[in-house]
């Protein structure tokens, strides 16, 4: 696991604002070949769009009128630039399935998507430093092997088995306390339905606990064999004085490139974890968008994902970069 | 019932967790009240498969199983099919032919309201069949009221329509009875449309739930339930997951496998309705060398229906003759049931020169069972060293190439008659098989123009003509599964596998 | 104590890399020789739907009435060559955009790190199902599609590693001799990243082997009525309130794998943290 550490790249020469801006509108242009690349793609996609949406009973006249109603007659420059100029201003077009403005359909689906991968985020950071640092603390415990053995474990488990098995565990099979799928009604805010989001939630937080609180851990036995932290012991500094003001601010700071990595990861891994567990966000959508399809909405969706993915990783670049230059 | 904040949590304590939980987070925010009203006024929350394509327009060309369990509470049509498969009157009383079968006088039942509170009359029928008759709709009932000639639909008086024919037609009435060609108020589709169905919308997000409430103004008998919430899920195992920890009443769709684990448990019972439903495998019959007529009987002699049967289908089925189901006045001919039989098949296709057939089953797995007969059915198939791969696709590359697949898993959930018209024929993009017999043409022409004891004759051949020269594997008739919670009362099984149509009964709690 | 602590720690170390080598070696015979062991043929329907375990079917039957034990013998063969292939293929590119980027530098690197992060935005997942969903489905596509969605990620942690190899003397005075780069590369700058490339590989093994499984079960990975693990899961959970079996066995086994290849594959990545901490 030590490899999402290491993915972040480290600015030559040292760390300064003009650096961080250049950073910055580098990743507005990469963001730009993203949707370049997304578009292309999902044009290609094979199966005529028109005789999909129609169905089995149309004829070839019918097809061809709803083609040309569509644009998909026209070029694909002109569409990609009808298509980004829309994205910019707000109008993503309707979807194809049934008509509805894009941003209708997503709008609500991203508040579900963000809440459910946001307050997971705010559980895990906590939990993870907490229980990485009394891990740490406690080396070599039965407590420590335990929580090294079972976050092996969760970080090699697919997010689908760990949401089934507590779908088993807590909904249908075995206690039957909290509801097996997350349906939040149409026009709800996710959590006037808080029973709803504790599965997918503890899902989520389950496995990036098991993975951030496992680089903390790392982090702060790093930090507590310091030359600094043995030099204050040898100081006879007292031992909740070294921890508090010296080796816990170490640790979480070397941990934080990692925990936005995490965040990254946590708003993608949505995906699976909205699927298993019926829940109306970006995921589903989609899912459901590749299955039916609808091009404006799976380039809506894909689009927003992959910024929030994109944002996140340039955060943990910069947190990284800044920790070095420190 | 009170959704919020807490939400259907089964547990004191759960709530109490859940409550203390949402404090916590957003105190500031809270739900609005949505209790709804006292007694008999309960709601059925119904478990439906997710269409994000879907509309309130009944007359849409490509409805899923979702929007036409909507549609069915809230339009109705001219006649309608009961339970048990008979026709009866709904917003007709009678129709009346002239003698050469060309022309036809219906007769609107009186006093009947549409759910905004508007007089039904005849301009909404005659409206509503230019619509439906109308080649830039693309509605998907189109095929079965293709001799309906729009230009001379009128109204005679306000209770009376007059339809002209541009070829003799006898089963009018069985026609009229298609979920897909429901009567709706003039000027409200496809946009708003008005039914007069017992049920009206309250609420609809497409692809995500809907509410329906009770109309108090219905014609007929008027259900008990004050309310119907139809919510949509990815899948058959969340609905089944909704089921079991109570957030629905009832799973619109679930497999053998899911009925079967799910009954007895929690007090969950099982609605199965058995009835003609068939789910069978396409062969087309404009690519070698399903051309050859004895590679089809050597297929159809291939498959063990018995396996199907109690593999693919958990035992909720019953097997089939390779030919579509009778009807309750004219059920189908009982000649000698076809067994799997490797010897001839091999004998078959060695005369047919294809011994070393090999092909792939394109299946998108839509229903349960689909991938599953596929499956069966290779494994059958290589007894006789022919090789079949199961293609699994999405459901859009099915229909975008649909009438090119070689070989392909169908259903059929409609009555004999309009099959006969709509996928037996050889024109109808229905019929994917491309099946072009001209026996059967013509016997269809003398169903059309048949009326009582005739018209079952001609079906009993039309039945033989399929079984012996048919383009279709048919192994099985599959039941109808929909598991729902002991508190549910009132439900019947249907023939025609939608039994979510006839609620008037229902009651739901104890 | 402190060397107290440190034997004891090693201790565990080993320990956790043997346990490792012990799953990994038992998924690897399942894989290798489960083919040769099956009581039946795994696509052969042999009983009633998921049939409880008894004398003919240990593992009982699935959710068609194929024996369990067969179908699980027979499923991780197509699963482990694709994970291999996908790992295989990411860390191949990622280490030649890698180290090409730190060898060349300036307009070379920034155009090739620009690319990697056009690919970086697209979450694993996702990238796969857009592709997999306009080319359609088939085993060797997926893999070639898992291994293009790690290339980035590779890339930037091998870049990394090089560039202070290629900053070296050793290398300086190669190229200021006119050795070829390709020469280069090979003999001098691989040699200096091989512990990063090891702990890449067996950590991307491990995140194939889950995203495969998951493309499986969302429909997307391999078709049936192959038998494969993952899909295993996704076919049966339907009756998994009545028949736990058939899809807690092939969980099981990807566990074993993922689980025994992380353990080795930190252990490793311990052992080299170890090493060059002290050099």
Redesign the interface.
């Given at each position: 696991?030590?490899?999402?550490m290491?993915?972040?790249?480290?600015p030559r020469g040292g760390l300064s604002f003009s650096w961080l801006v250049r950073r910055l509108l580098?990743g507005v242009?990469?963001?730009l070949?993203?949707s370049v690349?997304?578009f292309l793609?999902?044009q290609?996609?094979?199966?005529?769009v028109a005789?999909?949406?129609?169905?089995?009973?149309?004829?070839a006249e019918?097809v061809a009128d709803l083609r040309q109603q569509l644009g998909l007659d026209r070029s694909l420059v002109v569409q990609y630039w009808h298509w980004l100029t829309g994205v910019l201003t707000g109008e993503m077009g309707s979807?194809l399935?049934?008509?509805?403005p894009v941003v209708d359909?997503i709008g609500p689906r991203m508040l579900d998507s963000f809440a459910l991968g946001l307050?997971s985020l705010v559980l895990i950071l906590p939990i993870a430093v907490v229980v990485g640092v009394f891990s740490a603390h406690q080396?070599?415990s039965a407590w420590d092997?335990a929580f090294v053995a079972v976050s092996?474990?969760f970080?090699?488990?697919?997010?689908?088995?760990v949401g089934?098995l507590l779908?088993?565990l807590f909904?249908?099979?075995v206690l039957?306390?909290?509801?097996?799928?997350s349906?939040i009604?149409?026009?709800?805010?996710p959590?006037?339905?808080?029973?709803?989001?504790?599965l997918p939630v503890t899902t989520l937080t389950l496995m990036g606990v098991m993975y951030l609180g496992r680089l903390v851990r790392a982090s702060f036995i790093d930090a507590m064999n310091s030359e600094y932290v043995q030099m204050a012991t040898l100081k006879g500094l007292s031992g909740r004085r070294i921890l508090f003001r010296h080796a816990l601010p170490n640790a979480v700071a070397a941990s934080l490139p990692a925990a936005s990595l995490v965040a990254a990861?946590t708003i993608?891994g949505v995906?699976?974890v909205e699927?298993v567990?019926?829940y109306?966000g970006l995921g589903?959508?989609?899912?459901?968008?590749?299955?039916?399809?609808?091009l404006p909405?799976l380039q809506a969706c894909?689009l927003v994902?992959?910024?929030a993915?994109?944002v996140f990783?340039l955060l943990a670049d910069i947190l990284s970069a800044m920790g070095r230059s420190r | 019932m009170t959704r919020c904040p807490t939400s259907p949590g089964p547990t004191r304590s759960t709530r109490a967790l859940a409550a203390v939980l949402a404090a916590a987070l957003l105190a500031a925010c809270s739900a609005p009240d949505r209790a709804s009203g006292g007694a008999g006024s309960a709601t059925l929350r119904i478990a439906a498969a997710t269409d994000p394509g879907e509309t309130l327009n009944p007359y849409a060309s490509n409805q899923s199983p979702t929007q036409q369990l909507r549609s069915a509470l809230l339009y109705e049509g001219l006649t309608r099919l009961d339970p048990t498969g008979k026709v009866d009157w709904a917003l007709a009383t009678d129709m009346t032919p002239n003698a050469d079968l060309t022309e036809w006088t219906i007769k609107l039942r009186s006093g009947v309201k549409f759910s905004d509170g508007s007089d039904f009359t005849s301009a909404d029928v005659v409206s509503s069949i230019k619509y439906l008759r109308d080649p830039a709709h693309a509605v998907q009932g189109l095929a079965f009221i293709q001799t309906v000639d729009a230009n001379t639909v009128t109204a005679l008086d306000p209770l009376t329509v007059r339809v002209g024919l541009s070829q003799p037609f006898g089963p009018f009435k069985d026609i009229w009875a298609n979920i897909l060609l429901p009567m709706t108020k003039t000027g409200t589709a496809p946009a708003k449309p008005v039914g007069t169905g017992p049920f009206s919308v309250k609420t609809f997000t497409a692809g995500r739930q809907s509410t329906l409430a009770r109309f108090d103004g219905y014609w007929g008998d008027k259900p008990k339930l004050g309310a119907v919430d139809i919510v949509e899920y990815e899948s058959q195992q969340a609905q089944a997951n909704a089921l079991l920890s109570k957030q629905v009443d009832i799973a619109s769709g679930a497999s053998p496998t899911i009925a079967k684990s799910l009954a007895g448990k929690d007090g969950i019972q099982l609605l199965d309705s058995k009835g003609d439903y068939t789910l069978r495998i396409g062969l087309n019959t404009t690519v070698a060398p399903f051309d050859d007529m004895r590679v089809r009987q050597a297929l159809r002699l291939l498959i063990d229906r018995d396996q199907v049967v109690s593999n693919a289908f958990g035992g909720y089925a019953r097997v089939a003759n390779d030919h579509e189901g009778g009807t309750p006045q004219c059920p189908a001919p009982d000649f000698p049931q076809r067994k799997q039989d490797i010897q001839q098949a091999k004998k078959l296709l060695a005369e047919a020169g294809q011994s070393n057939l090999s092909f792939a089953i394109t299946t998108d797995g839509l229903l349960p069972g689909m991938r599953e007969l596929a499956q069966v059915f290779a494994e059958n198939a290589a007894k006789a060293g022919v090789k079949v791969e199961v293609n699994v696709v999405p459901v859009p590359e099915l229909l975008s190439k649909w009438g090119k697949w070689p070989a392909f898993v169908d259903f059929n959930p409609i009555p004999y008659l309009p099959t006969v018209i709509g996928t037996l024929q050889p024109d109808q993009v229905s019929n994917a098989t491309h099946w072009d017999n001209a026996n059967f043409i013509k016997l269809s022409g003398e169903l059309f123009q048949a009326t009582g004891d005739r018209q079952c004759a001609v079906m009993n051949q039309l039945h033989k003509i399929e079984n012996e020269q048919g383009s279709m594997i048919i192994p099985a008739f599959v039941d109808v599964l929909m598991p729902y919670q002991g508190s549910v009362q009132g439900l019947v099984t249907d023939v025609n596998g939608r039994p979510l149509s006839f609620l008037t009964n229902v009651t739901v709690g104890s | 104590m402190n060397g107290n602590l440190s034997v004891l720690g090693r201790a565990m170390r080993t320990g956790q890399a043997r346990l490792g080598l012990v799953l990994l070696s038992v998924v690897g015979f399942v894989v290798l020789f489960g083919h040769f062991l099956m009581p039946y043929a795994p696509d052969t329907i042999v009983g009633q739907p998921l049939a409880d375990p008894d004398g003919s079917f240990l593992l009982g039957t699935d959710i068609l009435g194929r024996d369990v034990l067969s179908r699980l013998l027979d499923g991780g063969l197509t699963l482990s060559w694709m994970a291999v292939l996908a790992a295989g293929l990411g860390v191949f590119l990622g280490c030649l955009v890698g180290l090409t980027a730190a060898y060349r530098g300036g307009a070379v690197d920034a155009v090739l790190m620009r690319a990697m992060d056009v690919l970086l935005s697209f979450p694993e997942i996702i990238f796969v199902l857009l592709f997999v969903s306009m080319l359609g489905r088939s085993t060797l596509l997926t893999s070639v599609l898992v291994g293009i969605a790690f290339m980035p990620g590779v890339s930037r942690v091998l870049r990394g590693a090089a560039l202070p190899v290629v900053a070296s003397e050793y290398v300086l005075w190669a190229r200021a001799n006119g050795l070829p780069p390709r020469q280069v590369l090979l003999r001098e700058v691989l040699p200096g990243v091989t512990s990063p490339l090891m702990v890449e590989t067996g950590m991307r093994l491990v995140w194939a082997v889950a995203a495969i499984a998951s493309l499986s079960y969302l429909g997307f990975g391999i078709a049936p009525p192959a038998a494969d693990w993952g899909l295993m899961v996704g076919e049966n959970q339907d009756g998994l309130s009545v028949a736990p079996l058939p899809v807690l066995a092939p969980i099981t086994l990807i566990l074993m794998m993922a689980l025994g290849g992380n353990l080795v594959a930190e252990s490793v990545a311990r052992t080299v943290g170890r090493t060059e901490g002290k050099r």
């Amino acid at each position: 696991m030590s490899s999402l550490m290491t993915r972040v790249s480290v600015p030559r020469g040292g760390l300064s604002f003009s650096w961080l801006v250049r950073r910055l509108l580098l990743g507005v242009f990469v963001l730009l070949l993203v949707s370049v690349l997304l578009f292309l793609v999902t044009q290609a996609l094979p199966g005529d769009v028109a005789r999909i949406i129609l169905g089995k009973d149309a004829t070839a006249e019918q097809v061809a009128d709803l083609r040309q109603q569509l644009g998909l007659d026209r070029s694909l420059v002109v569409q990609y630039w009808h298509w980004l100029t829309g994205v910019l201003t707000g109008e993503m077009g309707s979807s194809l399935q049934n008509g509805e403005p894009v941003v209708d359909i997503i709008g609500p689906r991203m508040l579900d998507s963000f809440a459910l991968g946001l307050i997971s985020l705010v559980l895990i950071l906590p939990i993870a430093v907490v229980v990485g640092v009394f891990s740490a603390h406690q080396r070599d415990s039965a407590w420590d092997k335990a929580f090294v053995a079972v976050s092996s474990l969760f970080t090699a488990l697919p997010a689908f088995v760990v949401g089934m098995l507590l779908i088993a565990l807590f909904a249908t099979s075995v206690l039957g306390v909290l509801p097996g799928v997350s349906n939040i009604p149409p026009g709800d805010m996710p959590w006037w339905h808080p029973a709803e989001l504790v599965l997918p939630v503890t899902t989520l937080t389950l496995m990036g606990v098991m993975y951030l609180g496992r680089l903390v851990r790392a982090s702060f036995i790093d930090a507590m064999n310091s030359e600094y932290v043995q030099m204050a012991t040898l100081k006879g500094l007292s031992g909740r004085r070294i921890l508090f003001r010296h080796a816990l601010p170490n640790a979480v700071a070397a941990s934080l490139p990692a925990a936005s990595l995490v965040a990254a990861v946590t708003i993608t891994g949505v995906v699976v974890v909205e699927y298993v567990y019926s829940y109306p966000g970006l995921g589903t959508a989609v899912v459901s968008a590749v299955n039916s399809h609808d091009l404006p909405v799976l380039q809506a969706c894909i689009l927003v994902l992959a910024t929030a993915y994109y944002v996140f990783n340039l955060l943990a670049d910069i947190l990284s970069a800044m920790g070095r230059s420190r | 019932m009170t959704r919020c904040p807490t939400s259907p949590g089964p547990t004191r304590s759960t709530r109490a967790l859940a409550a203390v939980l949402a404090a916590a987070l957003l105190a500031a925010c809270s739900a609005p009240d949505r209790a709804s009203g006292g007694a008999g006024s309960a709601t059925l929350r119904i478990a439906a498969a997710t269409d994000p394509g879907e509309t309130l327009n009944p007359y849409a060309s490509n409805q899923s199983p979702t929007q036409q369990l909507r549609s069915a509470l809230l339009y109705e049509g001219l006649t309608r099919l009961d339970p048990t498969g008979k026709v009866d009157w709904a917003l007709a009383t009678d129709m009346t032919p002239n003698a050469d079968l060309t022309e036809w006088t219906i007769k609107l039942r009186s006093g009947v309201k549409f759910s905004d509170g508007s007089d039904f009359t005849s301009a909404d029928v005659v409206s509503s069949i230019k619509y439906l008759r109308d080649p830039a709709h693309a509605v998907q009932g189109l095929a079965f009221i293709q001799t309906v000639d729009a230009n001379t639909v009128t109204a005679l008086d306000p209770l009376t329509v007059r339809v002209g024919l541009s070829q003799p037609f006898g089963p009018f009435k069985d026609i009229w009875a298609n979920i897909l060609l429901p009567m709706t108020k003039t000027g409200t589709a496809p946009a708003k449309p008005v039914g007069t169905g017992p049920f009206s919308v309250k609420t609809f997000t497409a692809g995500r739930q809907s509410t329906l409430a009770r109309f108090d103004g219905y014609w007929g008998d008027k259900p008990k339930l004050g309310a119907v919430d139809i919510v949509e899920y990815e899948s058959q195992q969340a609905q089944a997951n909704a089921l079991l920890s109570k957030q629905v009443d009832i799973a619109s769709g679930a497999s053998p496998t899911i009925a079967k684990s799910l009954a007895g448990k929690d007090g969950i019972q099982l609605l199965d309705s058995k009835g003609d439903y068939t789910l069978r495998i396409g062969l087309n019959t404009t690519v070698a060398p399903f051309d050859d007529m004895r590679v089809r009987q050597a297929l159809r002699l291939l498959i063990d229906r018995d396996q199907v049967v109690s593999n693919a289908f958990g035992g909720y089925a019953r097997v089939a003759n390779d030919h579509e189901g009778g009807t309750p006045q004219c059920p189908a001919p009982d000649f000698p049931q076809r067994k799997q039989d490797i010897q001839q098949a091999k004998k078959l296709l060695a005369e047919a020169g294809q011994s070393n057939l090999s092909f792939a089953i394109t299946t998108d797995g839509l229903l349960p069972g689909m991938r599953e007969l596929a499956q069966v059915f290779a494994e059958n198939a290589a007894k006789a060293g022919v090789k079949v791969e199961v293609n699994v696709v999405p459901v859009p590359e099915l229909l975008s190439k649909w009438g090119k697949w070689p070989a392909f898993v169908d259903f059929n959930p409609i009555p004999y008659l309009p099959t006969v018209i709509g996928t037996l024929q050889p024109d109808q993009v229905s019929n994917a098989t491309h099946w072009d017999n001209a026996n059967f043409i013509k016997l269809s022409g003398e169903l059309f123009q048949a009326t009582g004891d005739r018209q079952c004759a001609v079906m009993n051949q039309l039945h033989k003509i399929e079984n012996e020269q048919g383009s279709m594997i048919i192994p099985a008739f599959v039941d109808v599964l929909m598991p729902y919670q002991g508190s549910v009362q009132g439900l019947v099984t249907d023939v025609n596998g939608r039994p979510l149509s006839f609620l008037t009964n229902v009651t739901v709690g104890s | 104590m402190n060397g107290n602590l440190s034997v004891l720690g090693r201790a565990m170390r080993t320990g956790q890399a043997r346990l490792g080598l012990v799953l990994l070696s038992v998924v690897g015979f399942v894989v290798l020789f489960g083919h040769f062991l099956m009581p039946y043929a795994p696509d052969t329907i042999v009983g009633q739907p998921l049939a409880d375990p008894d004398g003919s079917f240990l593992l009982g039957t699935d959710i068609l009435g194929r024996d369990v034990l067969s179908r699980l013998l027979d499923g991780g063969l197509t699963l482990s060559w694709m994970a291999v292939l996908a790992a295989g293929l990411g860390v191949f590119l990622g280490c030649l955009v890698g180290l090409t980027a730190a060898y060349r530098g300036g307009a070379v690197d920034a155009v090739l790190m620009r690319a990697m992060d056009v690919l970086l935005s697209f979450p694993e997942i996702i990238f796969v199902l857009l592709f997999v969903s306009m080319l359609g489905r088939s085993t060797l596509l997926t893999s070639v599609l898992v291994g293009i969605a790690f290339m980035p990620g590779v890339s930037r942690v091998l870049r990394g590693a090089a560039l202070p190899v290629v900053a070296s003397e050793y290398v300086l005075w190669a190229r200021a001799n006119g050795l070829p780069p390709r020469q280069v590369l090979l003999r001098e700058v691989l040699p200096g990243v091989t512990s990063p490339l090891m702990v890449e590989t067996g950590m991307r093994l491990v995140w194939a082997v889950a995203a495969i499984a998951s493309l499986s079960y969302l429909g997307f990975g391999i078709a049936p009525p192959a038998a494969d693990w993952g899909l295993m899961v996704g076919e049966n959970q339907d009756g998994l309130s009545v028949a736990p079996l058939p899809v807690l066995a092939p969980i099981t086994l990807i566990l074993m794998m993922a689980l025994g290849g992380n353990l080795v594959a930190e252990s490793v990545a311990r052992t080299v943290g170890r090493t060059e901490g002290k050099r």
